[in-house]
């Protein structure tokens, strides 16, 4: 399934979310660096979610965000890091 991705940022710290429904919340959590990069730290998905590819889709949106604004990033998440290594073409955009 495909669910909407929201993002917002506020002071230096953002986030891109999916409301799934009853409370529940997808979340990756980033900080931006002094040199504009974005500094992934945590990726969370409730366990009555997990194996749908919802965490994919929030890192996904980031990466097409970094693109289209010319954004690094650095993945201290392991999930994060994880994806990178599965997709070489965003390589480019590692700091």
């Not at 693109?67 to 599965?86: D, H, M, N, Q």
Request: a positive charge; charged letters at 25%; glycine letters at 10%.
């Amino acid at each position: 399934m495909v669910y909407e991705v929201r993002h917002e940022e506020r002071a230096g710290r953002g986030r891109y979310f999916i409301e799934l429904g009853r409370g529940a919340v997808a979340e990756m959590e980033y900080r931006r660096g002094t040199d504009g990069r974005m500094i992934i730290t945590h990726t969370g998905v409730p366990p009555a979610f997990e194996g749908q590819g919802i965490a994919a889709q929030l890192v996904d949106a980031a990466v097409a965000a970094a693109r289209a604004e010319g954004w690094k990033i650095t993945p201290l998440c392991s999930y994060v890091a994880a994806r990178f290594r599965r997709h070489p073409e965003w390589h480019d955009l590692l700091a």
